[in-house]
Each structure stands twice: as C-alpha cells, then as structure tokens.
C-alpha cells in the first residue's frame, strides 16, 4: 500500500498558517526549522501519519500562478472529517469564505482559499 506522507506549499507566514490549520482542523506542529538550504523556514503541521511542510523563504514569496491551467500547478489540497458543519464553521471563525458546496458520491464537501490563496476541499464521506 502507498499512502501520501506530506505534501510542500510556499505560505508567506509559516508560523500563521500552522495557527489556523491547528484552529480548524486540528492539527499541530510536528517540526519545524530551516527550510532547503537554508533560505527560509519550513513548517510541518499535521497529524501523526501526514502533514503539509509549510515553506516560508526569507524573501516575500511570488504570486500564485493561476491553479487548473498550468501543468505541475497546485490546484487544491483536500481533507476529509466527520463533521462538515464544524469544519465549516471553523473556517468561517479563522476568517475565511466559503465557496462552493457540493453535495455527489462519494460525499459532501465544500472549498475555501486561506490568506495565501492556496485553495482546500474539505470533504465529508459520512
């Protein structure tokens, strides 16, 4: 069996981004220290099986290039949980809107953007 262990996204604030991901989803801090080569801070914030590495340079980070059009880009992150309404009004405290809702097999989900315009699907097979 092959299962995903992290994934790496650029965030213009780490230590931020780790704050509302524990707040809404909750997760903690696993690591942290100097990211690649020594060229910023790298994050990890999950559970104990999986996270997502929270890459912050020491430069303010580029633009996002526009997600579902351009080969090898992040087009979303997606979670699932047990309970969709919490999540969802977690996602609202932090301070996020959220988008679009769907109701299909396999489940239930909606998707919001956080601060760094990565977007997340939050998804709910129960």
């Not at 997760?27 to 099986?49: D, Q, Y």
């Not at 969709?84 to 301070?95: E, K």
């Amino acid at each position: 069996m092959v299962e995903l262990e992290h994934a790496n996204v650029t965030v213009s604030d780490a230590h931020k981004t780790a704050a509302w991901m524990a707040d809404v989803f909750g997760w903690h801090i696993r690591w942290e220290g100097e990211g690649m080569g020594g060229v910023g801070l790298t994050v990890h914030c999950g559970t104990e099986n999986s996270y997502i590495a929270l890459y912050q340079p020491k430069k303010e980070p580029g633009a996002a290039v526009p997600r579902y059009v351009n080969r090898g880009g992040l087009n979303h992150l997606a979670v699932t949980v047990d309970d969709l309404q919490a999540v969802h009004d977690r996602v609202v405290a932090a301070g996020f809107t959220p988008g679009e809702h769907y109701d299909y097999e396999p489940g239930e989900r909606f998707y919001f953007h956080d601060a760094d315009g990565i977007e997340f699907e939050v998804v709910c097979y129960s």
